[in-house]
């Protein structure tokens, strides 16, 4: 689900804030980093890329080494769509990398909807490399493990990805984004969002074309089992439902968890509550000792 974020501080911020780029797994990821001190990583979800956590840099970066960074194929690539290498898998082996080729020993990582699947899968496959994760209504799957009444395996939302990544793939990116804004938020979302964040969704349009192909495994309770470090679920409001029962299971499964809900917010609830968000994952970050 893309975040359907307001990115105007995001843009005048990335001006302040140079643009790096790391080389990790063969690929150079580009990040922006802000502050001094234990890194904290952020990782951006479907539509979006590190300039999405800009309204985080400045209250992070006066406690922690704030980075947040542009997964493979995200702006500031030009990527067409092509290949295999666009998976969950690989950007959580590119994160591992990062992290390793970084070289400041294990950090807090934060993610978001599809960038909180990736940010859980890193903490499950590299525990050395976490101290405490930040799950912001991860996306994804349960599978009957996780679910109270075992059913098939459902989706967080019924988004129709078809028709918009047709309309990209024939170059009517606006269509293709309104189509799958649209599905996930409701009609008129598209018209509703600013010019400059409709921007970086076109920057990052054909992204869509391989999220569509991935085949991304559901949660399963062995897996949330797994995860040793320090866990906050961050929820927001008025997201839908589906959120909710993800985040239900996930608390009911993780050994070491906290759960917080962002006040007047849905999905992108840094965007839309930024104080209420980073309030509680630096009263998080601070219970942990860490």
């Known amino acids: 689900m893309p975040a359907l974020l307001h990115v105007q501080a995001a843009l005048s911020g990335s001006r302040k804030t140079p643009m790096q780029f790391l080389r990790a797994n063969d690929y150079d990821m580009a990040y922006l980093e802000r502050g001094a001190g234990t890194p904290l990583l952020l990782i951006h979800g479907a539509l979006c890329d590190c300039r999405y956590w800009m309204p985080q840099m400045e209250a992070f970066g006066q406690q922690y080494r704030a980075i947040t960074v542009s997964l493979r194929h995200f702006w500031p690539a030009c990527w067409d769509g092509s ?3 666009f998976t969950t898998q690989q950007h ?3 994160v591992a990398a990062f992290l390793a080729t970084l070289g400041a020993g294990p950090v807090h990582l934060v993610g978001h909807s599809r960038g909180g699947y990736v ?6 496959n590299f525990p050395d490399r976490v101290r405490a994760l930040v799950l912001a209504e991860p996306g994804g799957d349960l599978d009957a493990s996780l679910q109270h009444t075992p059913t098939p395996t459902a989706s967080v939302a019924p988004i129709s990805f078809d028709g918009a990544a047709e309309c990209i793939r024939q170059g009517d990116i606006d269509a293709g984004l309104a ?5 996930v938020s409701g009609r008129g979302a598209w018209d509703d969002l600013s010019e400059r964040s409709k921007q970086v969704m076109r920057d990052n349009a054909h992204t869509l074309l391989g999220q569509f192909r991935e085949q991304r495994a ?3 309770r062995r897996n949330v089992e797994e995860i040793a470090a320090p866990t906050l679920l961050v929820g927001a409001e008025r997201s839908p439902p589906a959120y909710a029962r993800i985040l239900d299971a996930l608390e009911q499964s993780l050994r070491n968890v906290q759960r917080v809900t962002i006040p007047g917010a849905s999905h992108p609830m840094n965007h839309h509550n930024p104080a209420a968000f980073n309030t509680a994952v630096l009263d998080f970050l601070a219970s942990c000792g860490t």
């Open 218 to 220: 559901p949660f399963t």
């Open 179 to 183: 189509v799958f804004v649209e599905a």
């Open 119 to 124: 940010a859980f899968q890193v903490a499950r």
């Open 92 to 94: 959580t082996e590119d």
């Open 83 to 85: 290949g295999d290498d």
